[in-house]
């Protein structure tokens, strides 16, 4: 396991176990790799220790300046909560670390060096909201984004719901969270969820060349401005606490519903689901 005191050279290194999440340093930049394919890169407890630490130790290496965070393969950036993981308790975290960084060790995890997503397929849920949570946002021209949770009788908890409004025009994102329908690359570009669509060829070198532009200025000047504009005071985000709050009250109510049980049965089981209201 890596902790905050590593230092991630040149070779690539494994973090958070199973060889769920690779960190690289190349330069002033770390980039951060969630390595489950196989599982479209869904979000278990070693992706969550993993994320969580490679920002650790990029907040205290003074020679990291910029993190790129992106997934495996070439089929998904993120397709948010293992379900599996999260039915066996897996995502709920004891780890003191874990619940202040938040889901996937990052959506309320601050720290002073920019992120950039690099978004390599599709980010729908859980894969949204690590976008939402990064600085910047390169995606391959074949993505899509999205907050479908509705579909499946829960919402986007962690920060979707109250972040996509404040990022993108709100009756857009209200559009996209209410029909849980997905946005294309094309139409993140348009209303500024990302910076940049690409070829999927030119993701890699697109993300790059974004960093290494931030990483011509001073890196303290670049550090002070990005916590003055996200608001980051010690590593916290006072402007979100009420938020944060009321997700946590509201989705306690939600989680305890009927129709939250018959979506996730619904789901499991391959059919439409069967709503009440109750």
């Keep these: 396991m890596t902790d905050s005191a590593t230092t991630i050279s040149g070779e690539q290194v494994q973090i958070g176990g199973d060889g769920a999440v690779l960190a690289h340093r190349d330069g002033h930049i770390l980039t951060v790799t969630i390595n489950r394919p196989e599982a479209r890169n869904a979000v278990n407890m070693n992706v969550m220790i993993g994320i969580g630490e490679a920002l650790e130790v990029a907040e205290n290496d003074h020679d990291i300046w910029v993190v790129i965070i992106t997934g495996a393969g070439d089929k998904s950036f993120c397709a948010g909560a293992d379900l599996k993981a999260a039915a066996r308790g897996e995502l709920t975290p004891t780890?003191?670390?874990?619940?202040?960084?938040?889901?996937?060790?990052?959506?309320?995890?601050?720290?002073?060096?920019?992120?950039?997503?690099?978004?390599?397929?599709?980010?729908?849920?859980?894969?949204?909201?690590?976008?939402?949570?990064?600085?910047?946002?390169?995606?391959?021209?074949?993505?899509?984004?999205?907050?479908?949770?509705?579909?499946?009788?829960?919402y986007a908890g962690a920060g979707g719901a109250f972040r996509l409004g404040r990022q993108?025009?709100?009756?857009?994102?209200?559009?996209?969270?209410?029909?849980?329908?997905?946005?294309?690359?094309?139409?993140?570009?348009?209303?500024?969820?990302v910076n940049r669509v690409v070829p999927a060829d030119q993701l890699t070198d697109a993300a790059r060349d974004l960093a290494e532009r931030i990483c011509a200025n001073a890196p303290l000047a670049v550090q002070v401005t990005k916590r003055i504009a996200q608001g980051i005071t010690d590593g916290h985000r006072d402007d979100e606490v009420a938020d944060w709050e009321r997700n946590a009250a509201e989705g306690e109510i939600l989680l305890a519903s009927d129709d939250t049980r018959e979506g996730l049965a619904a789901f499991a089981e391959k059919r439409a689901p069967r709503w009440t209201g109750r």
Excluded: Y
Aim: aromatic residues 6%; negative net charge; hydrophobic residues 50%.
């Design 95 to 154: 780890d003191d670390r874990v619940k202040a960084w938040g889901f996937a060790g990052f959506v309320e995890h601050h720290v002073s060096k920019p992120v950039i997503a690099a978004v390599n397929g599709f980010a729908l849920g859980g894969g949204t909201e690590i976008l939402l949570q990064c600085d910047l946002a390169v995606s391959i021209d074949t993505a899509s984004f999205g907050l479908p949770e509705v579909k499946r009788g829960i």
């Design 168 to 193: 993108i025009p709100r009756k857009i994102a209200m559009e996209a969270m209410l029909t849980g329908e997905p946005i294309s690359a094309q139409r993140a570009l348009e209303v500024g969820l």
